[in-house]
């Protein structure tokens, strides 16, 4: 009877693993198919890298989240974006200020990571709905989500003048032009494995979660938020390696306005979500990191975290990880 407990466990685990290299892999053919269809159409490179690649690289943690909502897993949902903004700031950037120190250009200390620091209190104000404003309860609305979505827009817009009044429109390589039908065969071909690949994580993460008694806030926090966050690993740490600082951090800045913004706005405005005030905590967590990361730029070295800041970033994650699963064992 163990034994075939077991084993039904070890298979939960490859399902979790190749549900993630579904997702991602379908992530990437649908960036490519449609960077191909919209590069023939005569749209920019940078339009392109505004829209079609970020939406693409998001579309792990959309499908997670929005797929945990749709199953009743508000935990779940709100613990894959809130995890995965954790994981991106604290573990990503660790691992890549430890490869080489990240040294950025004025706007993202001025801006962004102020920016992504506001995406968390806005979060935490919209759900926080019994604490601040004496409400029955707390979630996310379709009014919240619309406001979020708002947030969005205007961030879509910054960028955009930010990068027209850069000498460098920060294009990057060529994008590969497909042969139309190709092209529209990867697009489907991507949204169906980004489908099928997130129904198996979602399926599988649960299954993990009920056999050792841990919680869908747990797995949200830690496995799915780390799941979704590999192409944002491998992107910063890749342009560690080869010293495109910029790329390294603003890909984690970035990112975690995107998931606050977009990925929560578009989830909550499909299926409003009641909110579990227990995740409180990690949005502290979340908030109290941006501001270190905002003291790690601001002193010592001007715009750059070094490599002792980025353990630090490191040390914090582990030790917030192993709090975590001491307090759900507890529970």
């Keep these: 009877m163990l034994s075939y407990v077991f084993e039904g466990l070890v298979f939960q685990f490859i399902d979790l693993v190749i549900g993630f290299v579904i997702l991602i892999k379908g992530a990437d053919f649908l960036v490519n198919g449609s960077s191909s269809i919209a590069k023939k159409n005569g749209i920019s490179n940078l339009a392109i890298g505004l829209t079609v690649v970020a939406f693409g690289t998001s579309m ?46 004025r706007n993202t200390v001025k801006f962004e990571v102020p920016l992504s620091l506001l995406a968390a209190g806005v979060l935490f104000v919209l759900v926080n709905d019994s604490m601040l404003w004496g409400h029955a309860s ?6 919240d989500s619309l406001i979020l979505l708002t947030f969005f827009t205007g961030f879509l817009f910054y960028i955009y003048r930010t990068m027209k009044n850069t000498s460098d429109l920060g294009e990057g390589g060529e994008i590969k032009i497909y042969k139309t039908g190709l092209a529209v065969g990867m697009v489907l071909l991507g949204l169906a494995m980004l489908i099928g690949g997130g129904t198996t994580v979602v399926g599988s993460a649960t299954s993990i979660a009920q056999y050792f008694g841990l919680s869908e806030k747990l797995i949200g926090l830690t496995i799915l938020a780390a799941g979704t966050s590999l192409p944002e690993l491998a992107t910063s740490a890749v342009a560690a390696y080869r010293k495109n600082t910029d790329i390294a951090i603003g890909n984690v800045v970035g990112s975690n306005i995107f998931n606050i913004f977009f990925i929560l706005g578009v989830t909550g405005f499909i299926n409003p979500m009641p909110y579990n005030t227990a995740l409180n905590f990690d949005i502290y967590v979340l908030l109290g990191a941006t501001v270190v990361l905002m003291i790690f730029m601001f002193t010592l070295n001007t715009r750059k975290l070094d490599r002792w800041e980025a353990f630090m970033l490191l040390a914090g994650y582990i030790a917030y990880t192993a709090f975590l699963i001491g307090m759900d064992q507890g529970a």
Excluded at 65 to 89: C, E, M, P, R, T
Excluded at 93 to 101: E, N, Q
Excluded at 138 to 143: A, K, T
Aim: without cysteine; proline residues 4%; negative net charge.
């Design 60 to 105: 792990p943690e959309l499908i997670v989240s929005l797929l945990s909502a749709l199953n009743g897993k508000n935990d779940a949902s709100f613990g894959n974006v809130i995890g995965s903004n954790n994981f991106n700031l604290l573990f990503i950037l660790g691992i890549a200020g430890l490869i080489y120190p990240l040294v950025v250009q």
């Design 138 to 143: 707390d979630g996310i609305s379709r009014v």
